[in-house]
């Protein structure tokens, strides 16, 4: 008589709850040649395996969950978990990192007694050598030359070694913090030559933008994508086109397709100190803002850049909110802010609101403390890229 699957799992749960442990492992591991495509049947098989001791046998036995499960996050915790066990640090920080990508949480479960022995002591792990890791890639990448101790001082909040507080409540930087810069809001580019030079281009810059309009009420993208993980009532624009970007650049990246539709926009902006990773700005867009919308309150990821608006259409009733301070943005006037400090805006009238949106390096640093913030991040995007389950 052939063993079915669900006679082997009744078997299994046996010899299990009765101690037989040879017996259940054995079990399992019938139970997973019975079905090679059973994610769940090689999760256990590891699980069991790695209690037992077999570390070679649990390795096979979680990356083959992997490979039939690839968007599970705690398959990656588990399996990361059994190769650091093994000595394999440099995959297991991998591993826990790409888990994370799927579930963030995976890295605090261990904090929740709601969670499992065996979920909570994997989760510690994980958190802590992710965390060692990418804090030593960040000073390792941005070295110990004197001029550059800022920005080595520099907090990925994430994943940060170290316990640290922000210095001002109202400023919580998502991605990356350096704590001893200047912190404010609003900044006063009043004596900024590029910022009146910019200014003065305003009436060409809203020229090429009224000629690209079909284009971006055509092919402009969400400035929230789909699915992302905002909080609050800002997630209700996620996906939504009342919130609309179109991008010259994004991502260190030109558009194509749209970057000829603005040489005038681009040239005036030749002389801004525009936050770069690579040859390119980091980003630059035009963002619409729909009748009635609002943005609300929020925090950006890094203050070592500055969030600049050039407004070129702007009805009665639409304001911008940085800290305690309100502003009304002005038509062809440049407003510089810190969009760590929490922030929020409203388009209170019947018409659409659209400004151009750039970034800049935080006034602060020097060039070689920018040529230091762009090690770190270069380096924690390349080892972001090339990870890979093994």
């Known amino acids: 008589m052939h063993s079915t699957p669900e ?52 390795r096979s036995a979680y990356l083959r969950c992997l490979t ?25 920080v991998e591993l826990y990192s790409l888990g994370a990508d799927i579930d963030e949480s995976i890295l605090t479960l261990w904090q929740s007694n709601q969670q499992s022995d065996q979920s909570r002591r994997r989760s510690a792990a994980a958190s802590r050598l992710l965390r060692e890791h990418l804090s030593k890639l960040h000073l390792s990448s941005v070295g110990s030359g004197v001029d550059c101790q800022r920005i080595a001082s520099g907090i990925w909040t994430r994943t940060h070694n170290d316990d640290y507080r922000f210095r001002n ?21 009043s004596d900024w030559k590029w910022a009146q030079a910019l ?45 609309t970007a179109l991008d010259l650049f994004i991502d260190g990246s030109p558009n194509n397709e749209f970057v000829p539709h603005f040489p005038k926009t681009l040239e005036a902006l030749s002389e801004a100190p525009l936050y770069s990773l690579d040859e390119n700005p980091f980003e630059v867009f035009f963002s619409l803002l729909r009748p009635g919308q609002h943005i609300s309150p929020h925090f950006g990821l890094s203050n070592h850049s500055l969030t600049v608006h050039l407004p070129l259409v702007i009805p009665d009733k639409c304001w911008l909110r940085v800290g305690e301070e309100t502003r009304q943005w002005a038509p062809g006037k440049v ?27 935080h006034p602060d640093l020097t060039d070689a403390e920018q040529q230091a913030v ?17």
């Open 7 to 58: 006679s082997v799992l009744k078997q299994f749960d046996l010899a299990f709850k009765q101690g037989a442990i040879n017996k259940a492992l054995d079990l399992l591991r019938t139970l997973c040649q019975l079905c090679p495509e059973d994610p769940e049947a090689h999760h256990k098989l590891g699980v069991m395996e790695e209690e037992y001791g077999t570390l070679a046998n649990a």
């Open 199 to 243: 200014q003065s281009a305003a009436a060409e810059i809203k020229n090429e933008l009224n000629n690209a309009l079909p284009l971006i009420r055509d092919q402009g993208r969400p400035y929230l994508p789909a699915g992302s993980q905002a909080d609050g009532a800002i997630a209700m624009l996620a996906g939504s086109l009342n919130w």
């Open 335 to 361: 407003t510089v802010f810190d969009d760590t400090f929490i922030h929020e805006a409203r388009n209170e009238s019947a018409e659409e609101r659209i400004v151009l949106i750039f970034s800049i390096w």
């Open 374 to 390: 762009k090690r770190s991040f270069r380096s924690r995007r390349d080892w972001l890229t090339q990870r890979r389950i093994p």
């Open 169 to 189: 409540t109202q400023q919580i930087p998502q991605l990356f913090y350096l704590p001893d810069i200047t912190a404010q809001g609003f900044h006063d580019s």
């Open 68 to 92: 039939l499960a690839p968007t599970v996050a705690k398959a990656y915790l588990y399996a990361g978990y059994c190769l650091q066990r093994q000595g394999e640090e440099q995959i297991a």
